[in-house]
């Protein structure tokens, strides 16, 4: 919502001069907030946990995803990049081809690229095409005794290139996935908020699709480090059952929790997301002219301000 923006400087520093505890002590601004959040998110995502980074909740979805499905393996996309913790840097070729390599635990899908990916425009179905070898991986993976615990993706692929993946290929992803009795997974730390205009969250351009877990950072507190999971009951109630509680010293503070209301309010007040969108449209149109002008931009491609400029040889 832009540097230190009034409303939320403001919201900071009053809360500040009031008070800020740890989570044990019981404070309105986490309630609020949380209510205010699932009036965003579709409602079965009713459930929510919240942390100081987006590091965190990556992680936390991971545990969460395990604990449901008593299963192991995860399946990332090829360039993704899920965080900096050990457990993220694990789920990242981004990060892991230049480490340790790839744990056996991991396995990796092509990027749903149309444009320089496996399968591209001219394809018949390049949907069902990259779902398919999200499918073999999980076939091969049962094959060798593993079983998957989650898909975990951004919901458009942002190191991996400002990638837009086609209609439908988180639906049949899903299906596979469920099939395997895993969860979905969706990363919207950096494309969440309105960020691609026409939604509030990035996979809802995915119509009609609900993932099983999302995670929340960078945009939510607008520079403040805060972040949140928000998961259904039924995950939950798994993650619960161990008897260890999930508790974060300052995730969910009420100076955090006051920061991310007024965001929010912020966002609304402000009209951003029309605002994305027609910037978004506006620039798009602009760069699709410099396309026709210059051979060296091979594609052109984005949501809102979530853009992609492709150069080439």
Not at 9 to 17: I, R
Not at 41 to 68: H, M, T, V
Not at 121 to 134: C, L, P, R
Not at 234 to 254: H, K, L, R, S, W
Request: hydrophobic share 40%.
């Amino acid at each position: 919502v832009g540097h230190c923006h009034p409303d939320v400087v403001k919201a900071a520093h009053e809360q500040n001069q009031l008070l800020n505890t740890n989570s044990r002590y019981l404070h309105d601004n986490l309630v609020d907030y949380a209510e205010r959040l699932s009036k965003m998110l579709p409602e079965k995502l009713c459930i929510f946990y919240f942390l100081n980074s987006g590091s965190e909740a990556n992680d936390l979805a991971l545990r969460l995803a395990r604990q449901y499905t008593k299963h192991e393996d995860v399946i990332v996309l090829d360039h993704a990049y899920h965080g900096h913790l050990t457990s993220l840097i694990d789920i990242s070729p981004y990060k892991f081809r230049n480490l340790e390599g790839q744990k056996e635990w991991v396995h990796v899908a092509p990027v749903p690229d149309t444009y320089r990916g496996l399968y591209r425009e001219d394809h018949e179905d390049s949907v069902t095409a990259y779902a398919n070898e999200v499918k073999n991986i999980i076939e091969q993976a049962h094959k060798r005794g593993r079983k998957i615990a989650a898909f975990f993706v951004e919901s458009l692929p942002s190191v991996g290139g400002q990638i837009i993946p086609p209609a439908g290929y988180f639906q049949k992803v899903a299906e596979h996935v469920h099939k395997a009795g895993g969860v979905f997974i969706a990363d919207e730390i950096q494309v969440g908020f309105g960020r691609v205009g026409k939604y509030f969250w990035a996979f809802q351009l995915q119509e009609d699709f609900i993932p099983d877990i999302v995670t929340m950072g960078k945009p939510i507190g607008n520079g403040h480090p805060i972040a949140c999971v928000a998961t259904t009951k039924e995950i939950a109630e798994a993650f619960a059952a161990t008897g260890v509680e999930y508790f974060n010293t300052f995730g969910g503070n009420p100076v955090s929790c006051a920061i991310g209301l007024a965001v929010l309010d912020v966002i609304e007040k402000e009209h951003l997301q029309a605002h994305a969108t027609e910037v978004g449209n506006f620039l798009m149109k602009l760069l699709k002219e410099q396309k026709i002008k210059h051979p060296i931009i091979g594609d052109v491609r984005g949501s809102g301000l979530f853009i992609g400029v492709d150069l080439i040889k």
